[in-house]
T-cell receptor
Framework: AQKITQTQPGMFVQEKEAVTLDCTYD???????LFWYKQPSSGEMIFLIY??????QNATEGRYSLNFQKARKSANLVISASQLGDSAMYFC????????????FGKGTRLSVIA | DTEVTQTPKHLVMGMTNKKSLKCEQHMGHRAMYWYKQKAKKPPELMFV???????INESVPSRFSPECPNSSLLNLHLHALQPEDSALYLC???????????????FGPGTRLTVL
């Protein structure tokens, strides 16, 4: 079974609008971390935001916020005031527990921002 | 700007060539990673080094040989590759593998490898 599910292969958003990228996860661990990365066409994976399973507040980093709903096992990324430079692939990822646990990625969502 | 650098940016090699990919980080991180990423797919973990020791090898074929000369450097030696090995190879580093769930991996810009 997939541990990270991103159901939107592609999305379009108008410049200056907000957009939500969906991510659901599957784990039986109580302790885990959730990450979002941005990958422009140049290839570099850029870390955007982190949410820990015990964090009570939703994480925010500038125009990025993470809508964390633990009971629903969802960790959606919200980008406010979209810019043309936000056009990229976005990956949701999770690490479970501690120790030698790998970072597991979802399949990604391609976001296109339209002027 | 990324603090993880990778060279070269692009590499074209024949199936009989030997080449190396290089990765360097100056963040004082003690864990370093190699990933392989095919087009339109998420990255796949290949190797993890923690404190300069190989801690994870995800059953990668022996034609890929990692090396960690010191805590800042990570190499990936390539020999007798196949055309299906053509991909983007990403290096990443993190503070300390697995100490906490917040241990964030920071990636380099990648090397686009083409095997002819």
């Amino acid at each position: 079974a997939q541990k990270i599910t991103q159901t939107q292969p592609g999305m379009f958003v108008q410049e200056k609008e907000a957009v939500t990228l969906d991510c659901t996860y599957d784990t039986s661990d109580q302790s885990y971390g959730l990450f979002w990365y941005k990958q422009p066409s140049s290839g570099e994976m850029i870390f955007l935001i982190y949410q820990g399973s015990y964090d009570e507040q939703n994480a925010t980093e500038g125009r990025y916020s993470l809508n964390f709903q633990k009971a629903r096992k969802s960790a959606n990324l919200v980008i406010s005031a979209s810019q043309l430079g936000d056009s990229a692939m976005y990956f949701c990822a999770m690490r479970e527990g501690w120790g030698n646990t790998p970072l597991v990625f979802g399949k990604g969502t391609r976001l296109s921002v339209i002027a | 700007d990324t603090e993880v650098t990778q060279t070269p940016k692009h590499l074209v090699m024949g199936m009989t060539n030997k080449k190396s990919l290089k990765c360097e980080q100056h963040m004082g991180h003690r864990a370093m990673y190699w990933y392989k990423q095919k087009a339109k797919k998420p990255p796949e973990l290949m190797f993890v080094y923690s404190y300069e020791k190989l801690s994870i090898n995800e059953s990668v074929p022996s034609r890929f040989s990692p090396e960690c000369p010191n805590s800042s450097l990570l190499n990936l030696h390539l020999h007798a590759l196949q055309p299906e090995d053509s991909a983007l190879y990403l290096c990443a580093s993190s503070q300390d593998q697995g100490v906490s769930t917040a241990d964030t991996q920071y990636f380099g810009p990648g090397t686009r490898l083409t095997v002819l």
